[in-house]
């Protein structure tokens, strides 16, 4: 739904869920108009939502919400809240992205979207039927550094993309101690660390490469019982000793081979992809590396602002370079004055807030939405189908997404 009011109208914010993510998106849509007075876009944060009394009113008393309640269907209802964000649990996020799109509100959900392709699906279709936009936290395509690989790959100047390898492994469930939260139930969380990583890595691959066709799977738990950690106590990272153990029901570890869907020339890249929750020694070491016949770059989210670049096969200076990002990367300036300050992954989520709301607000659409989740879901789908048939599993395309589109000349352009 396009927003008709004037742009120097405050947009109505709403919060659904005061956690760590709600408070992010709440300082990020606080601080778009300062990062970015020349859009004309302000804010106001009109009303949140949590069923804990105690973040209710953290949200009233520290964010600054003018209001707050215990069920975000008042949030809904409220006429002052322009857009919404989404920032419950998995298995909430269905129930609430179909009904805030029913409310007429556009919303900003995290990922994954839905549990499933399917849910995810469900959440997309009420989102066109209502005409509202869309956006989902896919914050790594954000960094100035991927945005600055993006446009290398786009130019040209790696040529042909043949092949890319991904790994986002991190150590959060790497205590075998750790609490079983509801991430690690399917009803609650649905897959394990393919919805919660590598949801991410795929879109990385998708928004920088092009849409993912076809993979084959293997997943694995490592960890096969946790303590159990009752809902509403503790937090995930909560470590239990000689708990009463339930069981973990979806994956600490995915690998895939992928395909990509053939591009202009009639020749797709492949690669690897990885994802695990339970390595020791990485902590959030999300990391991809693209290879083409011309040139290659490496990314690493623990060293976000910097960036690896390879191009050209001869000369005194072959093989890779380390680019730091800096004015002219993506929204850099907008930050950091120079290279070698570093910007921060909340920064990451400023950017995001301001493409929202500038696709709200009637602007370009730069943002990730409904049918990025839709797409990814889609792979991670696909993925556990695999690790069950042990056979390829081929992917359907999904229309309106943001994924990258390469030309018979190498230049790419933006679906």
Not at 70 to 93: G, K, M, Q, T
Not at 171 to 178: L, M, R
């Amino acid at each position: 739904m396009m927003r008709e009011t004037a742009a120097t109208t405050p947009i109505g914010v709403g919060l659904i869920s005061v956690g760590w993510m709600g408070q992010l998106h709440s300082k990020a849509y606080r601080a778009v108009p300062m990062v970015y007075p020349e859009l004309g876009i302000t804010t106001r944060l009109v009303q949140a939502a949590d069923s804990s009394d105690a973040r209710a009113a953290f949200a009233r008393d520290v964010l600054g919400y003018a209001t707050s309640a215990l069920d975000y269907r008042e949030v809904l209802a409220n006429p002052e809240v322009d857009v919404v964000s989404i920032c419950a649990p998995n298995f909430l996020h269905a129930e609430m992205g179909i009904a805030a799109a029913e409310a007429g509100k556009s919303f900003w959900i995290e990922k994954p979207a839905g549990r499933s392709a399917a849910e995810t699906g469900a959440i997309a279709a009420a989102a066109d039927a209502a005409g509202v936009v869309t956006s989902v936290g896919f914050n790594y395509r954000h960094a100035p550094a991927v945005e600055h690989a993006k446009k290398l790959i786009a130019e040209g100047s790696l040529g042909r993309i043949t092949n890319v390898r991904g790994t986002f492994f991190a150590d959060y469930s790497a205590e075998p101690h750790g609490a079983l939260s509801w991430r690690f139930t399917r009803a609650l969380a649905g897959s394990g660390v393919l919805g919660d990583l590598m949801g991410h890595l795929v879109d990385l691959m998708h928004y920088l490469v092009g849409p993912i066709g076809e993979v084959s799977a293997v997943t694995s738990t490592v960890y096969t019982q946790r303590p159990v950690l009752q809902m509403g106590q503790g937090t995930h990272f909560a470590v239990i000793e000689n708990g009463e153990l339930g069981p973990v029901e979806n994956e600490d570890y995915s690998a895939m081979l992928v395909r990509f869907a053939d591009d202009a020339e009639g020749s797709g890249a492949v690669g690897t992809l990885e994802a695990s929750r339970v390595a020791v020694g990485p902590r959030a070491r999300y990391t991809f590396e693209i290879y083409g016949t011309e040139g290659s770059l490496s990314w690493n989210f623990e060293r976000m602002n910097e960036l690896e670049v390879a191009i050209g096969r001869t000369g005194d200076h072959i093989g890779y370079t380390t680019v730091y990002a800096s004015p002219g990367f993506g929204d850099f300036s907008r930050f950091q004055p120079g290279a070698g300050t570093a910007m921060g992954y909340d920064d990451l989520k400023v950017i995001e807030a301001k493409k929202f709301l500038v696709a709200v607000s009637g602007g370009e659409r730069l943002n990730s939405t409904i049918h990025d989740a839709v797409a990814a879901a889609r792979v991670v789908s696909a993925a556990e189908e695999s690790g069950i048939s042990r056979g390829w599993v081929a992917i359907p395309p999904t229309v309106g997404t943001t994924a990258a589109v390469r030309e018979p000349s190498g230049v790419g352009s933006r679906a």
